[in-house]
């Protein structure tokens, strides 16, 4: 539980507030009974001042209430802002983790780490500290009012309390492991509902509606399992309790009736022994709603602890320094991804040198390793020391920020956000103009074809641009880069999902961009890169082939294979 008290101190400002609003809360309603046995008292005397009693059990209720705002104010906002503090966190925790660990994790089990895990934690930061507070105040002043009324009777009452405590361990701890299934089958039904949404059209496609929906009746009936199995263990903790609270009432009756028929205890000592009994046996049954609370918040914070200890693979430098230049070298780097396990390498003994202002194509067949090298220079995924260079620095020593600003990068499966086409081009320039936005967009060939759209560039896409065809997808993603104005522009096969006379208008617009800029261009069409400066050819990880079109077709098989399939394809589609 020390996290959660870490996460307390931090207000322990307000808590105190809150502490003391519950205090003056508990003090007026300790003061009631008395003022009840008093005027019961009276009346057994024969006497009045009921008003009196009356005016003040409403003045104290007034008081009560007012206390009663103070604390829920500070406790509850207090757990709230914890809740935002703890989200805010995680959040930014995840924008530092690279690439590699979401491919690892589901986004459904992230989501419900950052709901309802942080639910549960703010839960037992309000009303958790509320019930483990209050039963430490009003325990203690329930029984020393009791034993100045009765001391032997308030023996007899305490009888059940050792027995609650060893209660309360043992269940919480069931608890607590039981809370963590749940939590977990909770992440694995949002991630299920996630990727069914996502995927809806391919489930709509092959008609499997029936079979998901049953596959999610599974997922959703352990999460009901698991929920009944901590309802189980919940619902015999509260009967319990219950159980001793009526045993002890039980004794009241016994012994303190004997007691006023005796004359020994007045009936308006029986009446406020009974209530302040019964002030007794709320803390008691608080005591097991604490249990309950922290223990799903301590169950819930562990599991975002340990995302939160994830330590980020890629992250700047002691002193980073910024990049100078825009030359491009890669020296003997050999690749492996930690899933190879030693097997051939992604990439292999590939040394490079792309002078600035120079523009590089780069072809090869799949998997032969072409967006994992370009993938290398923004540090989207870290390569070796001292491996890749640009202005002459290891990429491991520049800061992150300058070493992305200066990249303009267009990945292969380029991803739009749910929102405006203008905002989705200027994402990475949220400053820029209208003319600036259309100027981009004019470039990457989709300005004619956003002003086509009802609300032109004020038009929304839909999630990751679902209302847009392939090519226009590509073709924003190529706009939102050019407008950074980078130094050096990596372009991983941008125009895969154009058809070829749309593609070569596109790249006669962008070799007006490509002048004094650093180029790299990945493409599965030859045609899209013969016009460059220079070509290399991977294949297997190892570059194979390096020069101009005309070279590479008398030098490199590969090449000349790539080239003669693409030919005989464009003729067979001509005739």
């Not at 089990?109 to 037992?124: C, E, K, P, S, Y």
């Not at 959703?220 to 509260?238: C, H, P, S, T, Y």
């Amino acid at each position: 539980m020390k996290r959660i008290s870490t996460l307390l101190w931090q207000y322990r400002g307000r808590i105190l507030v809150g502490i003391i609003a519950l205090l003056g809360v508990n003090g007026a309603g300790l003061l009631v009974p008395m003022v009840i046995r008093e005027a019961i008292d009276r009346l057994a005397r024969g006497e009045g001042g009921l008003l009196y009693s009356g005016l003040a059990i409403a003045g104290l209720a007034i008081v009560g209430a007012g206390f009663r705002f103070l604390w829920r104010y500070f406790f509850i906002g207090t757990a709230r802002r914890i809740e935002r503090n703890l989200r805010d966190q995680l959040y930014g925790h995840f924008l530092l983790l690279p690439a590699s660990f979401y491919n690892e994790q589901k986004t459904g089990d992230l989501m419900a780490h950052a709901t309802n895990d942080i639910d549960a934690v703010g839960r037992a930061c309000g009303f958790g500290l509320l019930t483990i507070v209050d039963p430490l105040v009003m325990i203690p002043a329930s029984l020393a009012i009791m034993f100045a009324i009765d001391p032997l009777l308030t023996l007899y009452v305490v009888i059940p309390l050792p027995i609650l405590t060893l209660l309360m361990l043992g269940f919480g701890r069931v608890i607590h492991r039981r809370f963590e299934a749940v939590q977990e089958t909770f992440s694995a039904v949002m991630e299920k509902v996630r990727e069914n949404i996502a995927g809806i059209r391919v489930i709509k496609t092959f008609v499997q509606e029936e079979g998901t929906e049953r596959d999610f009746n599974t997922t959703n009936q352990m999460l009901v399992d698991k929920n009944m199995a901590l309802v189980r263990i919940w619902g015999l903790f509260e009967p319990l309790i219950a159980l001793l609270s009526g045993a002890t009432l039980a004794i009241v009756l016994w012994g303190g009736g004997r007691g006023v028929i005796r004359g020994d205890l007045s009936l308006g000592d029986f009446v406020a022994f009974g209530q302040y009994l019964m002030m007794l046996i709320w803390p008691m049954i608080a005591l097991g709603w604490a249990v309950n609370l922290l223990q799903r918040g301590r169950a819930s914070l562990e599991r975002i602890d340990r995302l939160l200890d994830v330590a980020p693979e890629i992250a700047d430098p002691p002193g980073p320094a910024s990049p100078d230049g825009t030359w491009i070298e890669i020296q003997d780097l050999t690749f492996f991804y930690p899933s190879q396990n030693g097997e051939r390498p992604a990439l292999a003994d590939i040394n490079l040198a792309i002078e600035p202002g120079t523009t590089l194509g780069v072809v090869g067949l799949t998997g032969a390793g072409k967006t994992t090298l370009v993938h290398l220079l923004p540090r989207l995924i870290d390569p070796p020391p001292g491996r890749v260079l640009i202005g002459g620095m290891d990429v491991r020593d520049l800061s992150l920020t300058d070493l992305r600003r200066k990249i303009g990068f267009v990945p292969q499966d380029p991803f739009l956000f749910s929102s405006t086409i203008r905002e989705n081009i200027a994402f990475g320039n949220p400053a820029a103009t209208g003319r600036e936005v259309e100027q981009a967009a004019n470039l990457a060939g989709i300005h004619d074809e956003i002003v086509a759209f009802a609300d032109g560039y004020e038009a929304i896409i839909g999630e990751r641009g679902i209302s847009l065809s392939g090519g226009q997808q590509q073709r924003l993603a190529i706009a939102r880069a050019l407008l950074l104005e980078p130094e050096i522009i990596v372009l991983d096969d941008p125009l895969s999902a154009v058809d070829a006379e749309k593609e070569e208008f596109i790249l006669k617009n962008l070799r007006s961009c490509f002048r004094g800029k650093t180029c790299v261009l990945i493409a599965h069409r030859i045609s899209a890169v013969m016009h460059l400066d220079r070509i290399i050819v991977l294949d297997k990880g190892r570059i194979v082939g390096s020069g101009s079109h005309d070279e590479l077709l008398s030098t490199s098989e590969t090449y000349r294979r790539i080239w003669r399939l693409q030919q005989a394809e464009k003729e067979a589609m001509n005739e």
